[in-house]
């Protein structure tokens, strides 16, 4: 299965309708943090080292809803933390489902097999899994020997059960071209995952080790290599070719932090889910009304330098797709 068309339809006709009713800024992917515990403690992450009170807070199923209906944007990536601690998780995906939002639910899946069958497969459902390599560089990112085996067990079980799966990998500093195409090439072919979604790792403000992350020289470089000699064509990659053309430097875009607003136990996040420079916003439209966007974005602050996250230039990539029938084309034929 790869991504079902009511989903391009659904983001297309999304992006036409606001374009025509003149509106400039405008979600596509709610990035929705229910709760920031987790149950790993993973070295590139520092949701964890909030204070134990931020630890216990939990995001209701109602203010859930409340958030995906207030920003209105179609698709839906619940995160934390780790989801699959919240124990009303699966009402809260139900629910989000039951009103034709595309849920991306993202788990480290340690305990994925044990709450399965609270979850029912459907079209506008995905597991999105975290595997940052094969099993010595997995379990070494998570810092936790035998995450990988869980993951890779989990991730068949869901696919016999008729679920949707994509991976979600981030690469640090630590990994070359060959090292990206050899989980990609195993995610691809051995996983058969349908959809793979890649990221250069970006120094946010609470990652406990910023060494380890990518320049922006060092991701167009390591990535034009790694996706070299028509590599990218192969891979079921869930991204826009744009995108994948500016992690190569072929073209460079403006980052649109609120094109993935990031809701959480402290409200809206300004400018985005990776950096709170701005504090947090109670309503949506306070957060894009009342947040200067022209200070982010790589060249406008200093934080921003070396980011290339989807979360800030995909959708720019993906506006720019859906106003160009070149590229419009080229996304179709997935190159």
Not at 23 to 44: D, I, T, W, Y
Not at 71 to 88: D, K, M
Not at 156 to 181: L, M, W, Y
Request: glycine residues 6%; contains cysteine.
């Amino acid at each position: 299965m790869s991504v079902p068309l009511r989903e391009k339809v659904a983001v297309a006709s999304w992006v036409l309708r606001n374009r025509l009713r003149g509106v400039q800024k405008f979600p596509l992917v709610l990035q929705l943090e229910p709760l920031f515990r987790c149950n790993l403690a993973c070295a590139g992450c520092g949701k964890i080292q909030h204070p134990e009170e931020v630890l216990s807070r939990r995001l209701s199923v109602d203010e859930c809803l409340h958030a995906a209906e207030e920003c209105g944007a179609p698709v839906v990536s619940i995160a934390g933390g780790e989801p699959l601690v919240h124990p009303e998780i699966h009402l809260i995906a139900e629910a989000l489902v039951k009103r034709r939002r595309f849920v991306y639910l993202n788990t480290n899946t340690l305990l994925m097999r044990k709450k399965l069958d609270l979850f029912t497969p459907s079209p506008y459902f995905v597991w999105s899994i975290h595997l940052d390599g094969k099993r010595e560089r997995h379990d070494r990112s998570v810092c936790r020997d035998g995450v990988f085996d869980i993951a890779v067990d989990a991730i068949r079980a869901a696919q016999r059960r008729g679920f949707r799966v994509t991976t979600n990998t981030t690469f640090f500093a630590t990994d070359d071209a060959a090292s990206i195409r050899e989980v990609l090439d195993f995610i691809n072919d051995e996983l058969g995952v349908d959809r793979m979604q890649i990221a250069p790792g970006y120094a946010y403000e609470k990652a406990p080790n910023k060494s380890n992350f990518l320049t922006v020289e060092r991701t167009r470089a390591i990535f034009r290599e790694a996706f070299s000699g028509g590599r990218r064509r192969k891979w079921r990659l869930n991204h826009t070719p744009l995108y994948l053309d500016f992690l190569e430097g072929k073209v460079d875009f403006a980052c649109t932090a609120w094109g993935v607003p990031s809701y959480s136990v402290f409200g809206w996040q300004r400018p985005c889910y990776l950096m709170a420079d701005g504090g947090y916003a109670k309503t949506f439209r306070e957060l894009i009304d009342d947040t200067d966007w022209s200070q982010y974005g790589r060249g406008r602050h200093p934080k921003c330098a070396n980011c290339m996250a989807h979360c800030g230039y995909e959708p720019t990539a993906v506006v720019a797709t859906l106003g160009s029938l070149r590229e419009s084309l080229r996304a179709a034929r997935g190159h």
